[in-house]
């Protein structure tokens, strides 16, 4: 190989608590620089990049300068507002515009490769724009080479909106293992100490059923993040959003890991509290089993309300009936939740893509 692939990442990350996307983005980005096995560049510039990694439709959280999916590249972005609907429909009667290597236009393919990482669909977890947000998400990928879904779930929620025959692969998140380190457990004797999190107040993120399972005598409830203001947390004990090292220590301390969150596609936050070996409790929905491999890595709780409280109180008790066995599984594959694995199967995805020509 004569250098490495050179790959521009749209999503411009923050060092600070900002969800799923922004720290994922970070890490990858972080875990390429680190290991040049991998044969990724990242650059600052898109018009020195041999490919561009979009996420969704999102340039990030920044708001002064960035990406322009309008006219793919770097733009004031108080003068240029998201895509919306009306833009959608001039691109796609013909209506062309300037690319770093020339003209593009919303039907023809780039001269620049992209591949396109899937969220998911956010109006289904409540998102109030996301309709708009979704259908920019779609017709984005018109422009991929590659596609990445998160999740078979996310693939499942896409495929009848999206070319079929575009070459996709299905990556669950990694997380920094020298951050969310192993620590060793046993079977809770007393009280089980139950941890959650979140950073959004969505009542679809499970907030409610985390106030039934604090509700049981035998456990104790700590949540960190965003708490709904018109919901009474009842018994359990809110932390405010912490940086990552710090809810990575937090860990440490607890005997499960509980996510009721609905049809969320790959919450970052399973991965990272199975690569410290916290056991998971949770809602089958969305990608989450997925993640915890069903029973393997945890206990299910059905996504019915009727059954709720009666099939939280089981569940517990099956997952601490098998706990050390848990743990043990746990063990055994945590390399599949670190960025190092994931990273290794991002490089090989933009290679591809990118036809190996620097090889």
């Given at each position: 190989m004569n250098r490495a692939l050179r790959v521009y990442f749209v999503y411009q990350t923050i060092d600070a608590p900002y969800g799923g996307a922004n720290s994922f983005q970070h890490l990858l980005k972080t875990c390429f620089q680190n290991h040049p096995e991998f044969h990724v560049q990242c650059v600052s510039d898109p018009k020195q990049a041999d490919l561009l990694l979009v996420n969704a439709a999102s340039r990030g959280p920044h708001r002064t300068f960035?990406?322009?999916?309008?006219?793919?590249?770097?733009?004031?972005?108080?003068?240029?507002?998201?895509?919306?609907?009306?833009?959608?429909?001039?691109?796609?009667?013909?209506?062309?515009?300037?690319?770093?290597?020339?003209?593009?236009?919303?039907?023809?393919?780039?001269?620049?490769?992209?591949?396109?990482?899937?969220?998911?669909?956010?109006?289904?977890?409540?998102?109030?724009?996301?309709?708009?947000?979704?259908?920019?998400?779609?017709?984005?990928?018109?422009?991929?080479?590659?596609?990445?879904?998160?999740?078979?779930?996310?693939?499942?929620?896409?495929?009848?909106?999206?070319?079929?025959?575009?070459?996709?692969?299905?990556?669950?998140?990694?997380?920094?293992?020298?951050?969310?380190?192993?620590?060793?457990?046993?079977?809770?004797?007393?009280?089980?100490?139950?941890?959650?999190?979140?950073?959004?107040?969505?009542?679809?993120?499970?907030?409610?059923?985390?106030?039934?399972?604090?509700?049981?005598?035998?456990?104790?409830?700590?949540?960190?993040?965003?708490?709904?203001?018109?919901?009474?947390?009842?018994?359990?004990?809110?932390?405010?959003?912490?940086?990552?090292?710090?809810?990575?220590?937090?860990?440490?301390?607890?005997?499960?890991?509980?996510?009721?969150?609905?049809?969320?596609?790959?919450?970052?936050?399973?991965?990272e509290a199975l690569a410290t070996g916290l056991p998971v409790l949770y809602k089958h929905s969305g990608g989450t089993p997925e993640i915890v491999e069903e029973q393997r890595f945890g206990e299910s709780i059905e996504n019915n309300a009727k059954l709720q409280e009666e099939r939280m109180t089981t569940a517990l008790e099956n997952l601490i009936l098998r706990y050390d066995d848990i743990i043990s599984e746990i063990k055994k594959e945590r390399n599949r939740f670190l960025i190092e694995t994931t990273a290794r199967c991002y490089s090989h995805i933009f290679h591809t893509t990118a036809g190996d020509k620097l090889c």
């Open positions: 960035s990406f322009s999916f309008r006219r793919l590249r770097f733009v004031r972005a108080i003068k240029d507002p998201m895509l919306r609907p009306w833009h959608v429909r001039n691109l796609s009667r013909g209506r062309f515009f300037r690319h770093p290597r020339g003209l593009l236009s919303w039907g023809q393919a780039p001269k620049i490769p992209i591949v396109h990482r899937l969220d998911g669909f956010t109006s289904y977890y409540g998102r109030k724009d996301g309709a708009r947000y979704d259908q920019l998400q779609i017709r984005l990928n018109r422009l991929a080479s590659a596609t990445v879904f998160q999740s078979q779930f996310c693939k499942n929620l896409f495929s009848p909106f999206i070319n079929p025959s575009t070459p996709s692969a299905v990556l669950f998140n990694g997380t920094d293992g020298n951050i969310f380190k192993w620590v060793d457990r046993r079977k809770p004797r007393g009280k089980i100490a139950v941890l959650a999190a979140s950073w959004s107040s969505n009542l679809r993120k499970g907030h409610g059923e985390l106030k039934k399972l604090s509700s049981l005598p035998s456990v104790e409830v700590t949540y960190v993040g965003r708490w709904p203001m018109d919901l009474n947390p009842g018994n359990i004990r809110i932390l405010s959003p912490i940086p990552q090292q710090d809810l990575a220590n937090l860990m440490t301390r607890f005997h499960i890991f509980a996510h009721f969150s609905d049809r969320d596609t790959s919450p970052n936050i399973v991965v």
